[in-house]
């Protein structure tokens, strides 16, 4: 397949190289346009207010990858490979392995999630790929099942276009207990910002927020209840993959809003 492969942990992240070495290995057509730097949990931001640059990155990945790197969000970087930098568009967008999980609300601050949203906004199906450990650096798990999933899309095409958002539980490949089709949990944190003083005597705040819990979501979804939640699945060792489309109309919402009367005059 031709893949067009993003991250939001930038060019130097292990995870992009695992992946895009691992998928150019097994005989893809690959080309990487990613951050130039960490661009972590700035979502589906887009940069309108200033150049775009790209370089071209050699040596450090897989001679048979074309790589750029650009100083832009992630979002940015697909939009330019798609719209700019490839001669003809890819067949997957992949966006990963990120460093840290992408589970129930987390994916709405996502840069790894967003990049490959950015592709099924363009009409590309998508996958996004995270690695559950924010200290874990073996990504070669991950990258192996990258390479089964994309086989397998190549094998079966998505029926309807959708992102796949996928996350790798940071265990040794022989304890992974299966993988799980899932729908999106919900975590709650505790956003703690730590107050600091900075040298020049000035306040300042870091945002250090703790997952608080993990609930289920509401029942009026129209989810089956009977499909488990990607926080719960990773917590028994499974791989999950939740469907995501990027239209966000609540549905059970616009049934109560239709008995609504309005009276403009």
């Not at 990613?34 to 990155?57: F, K, M, N, V, Y």
């Not at 994309?150 to 940071?170: C, H, K, R, Y």
């Amino acid at each position: 397949m031709k893949l067009l492969i993003s991250n939001d942990d930038g060019v130097a992240a292990l995870g992009i190289r695992t992946l895009a070495n691992c998928l150019a290995q097994a005989g893809h057509d690959v080309t990487v346009v990613c951050p130039d730097r960490e661009r972590s949990a700035t979502g589906h931001g887009l940069t309108l207010h200033q150049p775009i640059r790209a370089e071209i990155i050699e040596s450090v990945f897989h001679p048979a990858v074309n790589a750029w790197a650009c100083d832009g969000t992630p979002s940015d970087c697909v939009k330019l490979a798609l719209w700019a930098l490839l001669e003809s568009p890819p067949d997957l967008v992949v966006s990963g392995i990120n460093q840290g999980a992408n589970l129930g609300t987390e994916i709405l601050y996502s840069g790894t999630v967003s990049a490959a949203m950015e592709g099924i906004i363009e009409g590309i199906p998508s996958v996004a790929l995270s690695l559950t450990s924010h200290t874990c650096k073996d990504f070669q798990p991950a990258a192996n099942f990258a390479k089964i999933l994309v086989d397998q899309i190549s094998a079966n095409p998505l029926p309807e276009l959708m992102l796949l958002n996928v996350n790798i539980p940071a265990i040794n490949w022989s304890e992974i207990a299966g993988v799980t089709i899932t729908r999106q949990g919900v975590r709650r944190y505790v956003d703690v910002f730590d107050k600091r003083i900075d040298p020049r005597g000035k306040t300042y705040y870091w945002l250090t927020g703790e997952v608080l819990e993990d609930v289920e979501p509401p029942s009026d979804l129209n989810l089956p209840q009977n499909v488990p939640t990607d926080v719960d699945v990773i917590r028994k060792n499974y791989i999950s993959i939740t469907p995501l489309q990027y239209n966000l109309t609540y549905a059970g919402g616009v049934n109560h809003l239709s008995e609504w009367e309005f009276k403009l005059t």
